[in-house]
């Protein structure tokens, strides 16, 4: 079997595929749960979808607003709602800029005209950001306060960053996608490394998603929740269970997760055990 | 929410991917149930690599038999074996000649060299076609016959159509993929309406690839058994959990039914329900 290696835009495509389909995460659109509006089917068809906005990041040339808002434009094409608009925040830099040192350096390049496309993209999912603040998405008046501050892409990630772990990412230098992807190395190839590193990830930090919907106290108890099926005190499936009956679901370390496997893909990490 | 038009593309690795994760599917795999050497992720993968073939054959230039072993080579890079060698044989020429009539025009049109590159395609996977005819694909001796009798592709397929339902699409004009594609769009949108069209595919014809694995007779069975189901005899869990047991895999139904999903898509039929 002849293999070439695989190019930036399969290995996001697959990252993408991989942490969709592995089971059993807590809470989470798995291969063996489905949630009523968004189903597996839908988070496949926007990997399938978001082809082209990777393969403009590939290339490396145009600006990273521009392509995020191409790749939730052309996801957006389906009932299933925002599937992988934190997804695309981490993988977009990462494709354009081959490494987390390249994806800094891009993401030090944005400018105003790329946050005012992030917020377009934003506008077009249902996605809550900070409802308090004064950088509100539906208000237009955000997008003179973008350029009349000449605020950049980093600016608006790095005024999201205390309560979005995804945003965070941009301003810190992905440690945890760093950490996931270390993680999918010690934890050996395939699907189940994919399951404990998520649960791991989930172990180790409060997800924001969580704390947005829920409130930061059910992200801390989710986290140690994890924790105690990482030390044998209770099941994966009965967490999982736990998190679907109350609707807690862990999409930022989702996202997280798929920019490890994005990473640990490009390091000789095998998908295929 | 803006949706432009889904190219061919897109809609046939929409349709590998919606094939492969409709269930249940009785005896093959689907988002419950994975082979030991083969599992839903493999599929999903090999429709994400499919992508520069598809293209390919989208923009309607190049031979044939050459975007056929392509797509094969593409997807060869994964340990789960053959996973969509016979979906490539009906989407490819679907996909080059935008129609049925157009892709049995370009099937006109192949030549001895398609034949050729068609029969390399075929080597590097390890489906087992006629055994006992004289164009075996493991011997060499075969191309020296095949450009000596200058044969095209759709010879080669009429050569092997009476043992398989795939080939014998090429000579016929497709008419099982119209069927299914009729179905689906009678079913109504969405994963109810796949499951009952691959049942009713199955009903309506012996799976030969059941036959070349088991015999004509498991393959009679089993479409009589697909029948009972419809009738409200018996139920699909019992047929799947029955030809899982036995190792029954109406692979070629399956096929059939991913150009259906192509067709159908091409015709306002919708998958998100």
């Known amino acids: 079997m002849t293999c070439l290696r695989l190019s930036a835009v399969e290995r996001a495509q697959l990252a ?3 942490e969709v389909t592995a089971f059993p995460k807590p809470g989470n659109v798995d291969r063996c749960h489905d949630y009523p509006e ?4 839908h988070f496949l068809a926007s990997t399938i979808f978001a082809r082209p906005a990777l393969e403009e990041a590939e290339l490396g040339k145009g600006r990273l607003g521009e ?3 191409h790749a939730v434009r052309d996801t957006n094409c389906h009932a299933g709602g925002n599937t ?3 997804a695309f925040i981490l993988l977009i830099p990462l494709v354009y800029g081959k490494t987390i040192e390249g994806a800094m350096a891009a993401i030090a390049n944005t400018e105003s005209s790329d946050a005012v496309a992030f917020y377009k993209a934003f506008a077009m999912t249902a996605v809550k950001m900070n409802a308090t603040d004064d950088l ?7 997008l003179t306060l973008i350029r009349e501050r000449d605020m950049n892409l980093l600016d608006i990630m790095q005024h999201s960053a205390a309560n979005d ?3 965070r990412e941009w301003v810190t230098g992905f440690p945890l996608s760093r950490r996931g992807a270390d993680l999918l190395k010690e934890n050996g190839p395939g699907r189940d490394s994919i399951v404990r590193t998520f649960l791991t990830l989930l172990a180790m930090e409060p997800d924001t998603f969580i704390a947005k919907k829920h409130g930061m106290e059910v992200a801390r108890e989710t986290m140690m929740a994890a924790r105690d099926v990482l030390d044998g005190k209770r099941s994966i499936e009965d967490l999982d269970e736990e998190c679907i009956r109350r ?8 996202d997280i997760t798929i920019a490890a496997i994005f990473l640990a893909l490009g ?3 095998s998908w295929d055990s």
Do not use: Q, Y
Not at 38 to 41: A, I, S
Not at 247 to 254: D, L, R
């Open 84 to 86: 992988h608009f934190g």
């Open 16 to 18: 993408m595929m991989l």
């Open 247 to 254: 609707n807690i679901n862990p999409g930022s370390i989702a």
């Open 136 to 142: 509100d998405v539906n208000d237009p008046h955000t």
């Open 38 to 41: 968004t189903r597996l089917e």
């Open 67 to 69: 392509i995020i808002k």
């Open 267 to 269: 390091e000789g990490w």
């Open 165 to 167: 772990m995804v945003a």
